[in-house]
């Protein structure tokens, strides 16, 4: 493992050398100098990934301050990291949504197997005892469970709502659509269960992970960093993640483009998508377990899997309501919003046997050996392979 987390100044140089990039892009974009082609897309590419890593580099330093002032486990500070760094996913997918809302959809929901796939392939590198096993966090075992579950049972229950009502042309708008109030509605009860969930977390674990007292005397005290430089670096990191966000998401828009002229279908596009679209929490993964904070990779893990439908997911539901209400978008000639067609339910329908597999692998010993690994990507590769091949 690399060093302790927070300890160099990488990030400096990643934000700036990013930064540039974008600038460069966007500069000669705006002189019409390149037009949106490969030397554009670069640009935008490495420079908004470079940004977003310098973010993630930034929010970890800003954990590690809370957590210490607030003697906050890691677990419970790397989650509410991971809440921040759905910061530059939601700006790429407002812009997404206000110009393409079914692709946009679409992305979204992709963006949770993305994380599904993303926490198996985690798993596989945790620490193991002897016997094969990784032992996971109280709260992972405890609380985020009951999230993989709920989550399971919100996509089954909403894909087959779809199914039925295109199926027998029923509802407001014959099948064709959900309106407004049915995204309103599921986008406040998922953001709800969200809301409980947070708040139990915290009441419930958010203490030290230390269960054995300590004698002061032999531990050397630490200056804790102060309020101010917790919050500017929460600050940098939020504003940093919403340049690389839109950098990265400018460029996946232009990647999907050429997928497309190059006869890839709209689902490969929006898989693309939907990785640029978890860049950042899929970057405070990697980065938390080179440095060797397994419980904070593990948040982060886990949370791109649960904040998706209780975090990502209801903000877009809300979203494209607002702006079929607005006419940004334009609706269905029935008047619906979300159009109910293959694409749409499938990635839905589809959530449901990851959600299904990550509670059991789970909550039976609060541990995972390598067959739940093994069979945890295998179930994920599966679902990304028929999206991809006959989505």
Known sequence: MAGGGGGGNSWIYMLVIGGALVGLGMGLHAAHVVSEGAVLGGLLGLGGLLVVF???????????????????????????AGLASNVPELVMLGFVLAAKPRVGFIVTALTLHVGAATFGIYSALLPRDETGHA??????????????????????ATGSLMILLNTFEAGNHDGEALGAPDLYFLGFSLLA????????????????????????????????????????????????????????????????ESLLHHGFSEMVGA??????????????????????????????????????????????????????????????????????????????LLGFPSMLFLWKSIQDDGKVNWVETAT??????????????HG
Not at 204 to 217: H, I, L, Q
Not at 301 to 310: E, L
Request: proline share 4%; aromatic share 8%; glycine share 10%.
């Open 54 to 80: 310098g973010s993630c580099e930034v929010m970890i330093k800003a954990v590690e301050g809370l957590a210490a002032r607030l003697d906050m486990n890691e677990f419970v500070a790397g989650t509410m």
């Open 135 to 156: 032992r996971l966090p109280e709260p992972l075992v405890k609380l985020s469970t009951d999230l993989f579950a709920c989550a399971g049972g919100v996509f089954f």
């Open 193 to 256: 269960v969200e809301v409980v969930a947070i708040t139990r977390l915290v009441k419930r674990f958010s203490g030290s992970d230390a269960s054995e007292p300590s004698d002061a005397s032999d531990v050397p005290t630490k200056e804790l960093p102060s309020w101010g430089s917790i919050g500017g670096f929460a600050a940098l990191g939020t504003a940093a993640a919403v340049v690389g966000g839109h950098a990265v998401g400018d460029f996946a828009g232009i990647l999907v």
């Open 271 to 348: 898989i693309f998508l939907s990785i640029f679209a978890a860049a950042g929490a899929l970057v405070m993964v990697v980065t938390a377990h080179r440095k060797g904070m397994y419980a904070l990779a593990l948040a982060n893990a886990s949370g791109q899997v649960t904040q998706v439908p209780f975090v990502v997911l209801p903000i877009a539901l809300i979203l494209l309501a607002v702006f079929g209400q607005t006419g940004v978008i334009e609706r269905m000639p029935h008047g619906g919003i979300l159009p109910i067609d293959l694409q749409t339910t499938a990635v839905v």
């Open 376 to 389: 945890m990507c295998a179930i994920f590769g599966l679902v990304m392979f028929f999206l991809a091949v």
